[in-house]
């Protein structure tokens, strides 16, 4: 059966956008499907298509995209991570959300419900660091990590991450308890799973689904744990534990390709009524 078109819907452009907007709307192109990522100016006109709103919305754009015979879908990205209900939701066909507890607590009923990983970033790509020493890095904003530069044995980088990532065979994330550990996407998985690392981080609720529960490498996110764990990752490093993390990571470079998520995209457009 034949897509619909589908436009991507954003509000401003940062790396969600990227990742849930641009990236896509390629990717389907390269499919044969007629997608692009848009701006709500750009929606005039546009009739009996697939509109995908990243992360948020306005209800005037939504009324009249449903008047045109449009089908309306939220991808949900992080947001549930700092708000406690969905704006509009009522008004969307189907969510698209990036983990299963997501789906679990914000589900709408009589809307298509769908679960949609984060691929990695094409840009990203395997380690150069190789085996000979364990060199870890943390790659992400400084805000969103509270022990940014205190933890001994890591190198912390806030841009660049395609470039500095490749002299790292171990990356760190470390979620804070509560929504963050919850509801927040899978992207730091993804991303070391991309650059064929290893992980050291927090059993937070992403992380295990991809991961397993017997992944290696977790630790408990107190500075005790992390020094605990940043010492099992040296002790282990290049042997059977460290080459066992390593073939969870290539299962979650493949689960997280993008020819495995847009696989999933189409999926979920299908089921749209």
């Given at each position: ?9 954003k ?35 546009v ?73 990695w ?105 992390i ?20 073939e ?26």
């Amino acid at each position: 059966m034949k897509t619909r078109p589908v436009f991507f819907v954003k509000y401003y452009d940062k790396g969600s956008t990227v990742m849930g907007a641009d990236q896509i709307a390629a990717g389907l192109r390269e499919r044969g499907v007629d997608a692009r990522s848009v701006y709500p100016v750009d929606l005039a006109g546009v009739r009996d298509a697939i509109l995908v709103f990243i992360k948020t919305s306005q209800v005037h754009h939504l009324l009249l995209a449903r008047a045109r015979r449009n089908r309306t879908v939220l991808d949900v990205q992080d947001t549930v991570v700092f708000k406690r209900r969905i704006k509009n939701r009522r008004l969307f066909d189907g969510l698209i959300f990036k983990n299963r507890r997501q789906l679990q607590d914000f589900a709408q009923p009589g809307a298509v419900n769908g679960l949609i990983y984060h691929q990695w970033d094409p840009r990203y790509r395997p380690n150069e660091a190789g085996d000979r020493e364990l060199r870890i890095g943390y790659f992400g904003l400084q805000r969103s990590l509270p022990q940014w530069g205190e933890i001994p044995g890591v190198a912390f980088f806030g841009g660049d991450y395609f470039r500095h990532a490749l002299a790292f065979n171990c990356h760190l994330s470390l979620r804070e308890p509560g929504r963050e550990f919850l509801y927040k996407p899978n992207c730091k998985v993804s991303t070391a799973a991309a650059c064929l690392a290893n992980l050291i981080t927090t059993r937070d609720e992403s992380t295990v689904e991809l991961l397993g529960e017997d992944y290696p490498f977790y630790v408990d996110g107190t500075p005790a744990g992390i020094a605990a764990g940043l010492d099992a990752a040296r002790a282990a490093f290049g042997g059977p534990e460290w080459r066992r993390g390593l073939e969870r990571m290539r299962a979650v470079r493949e689960r997280t390709a993008m020819e495995r998520i847009l696989d999933d995209y189409l999926d979920f457009f299908r089921a749209l009524p």
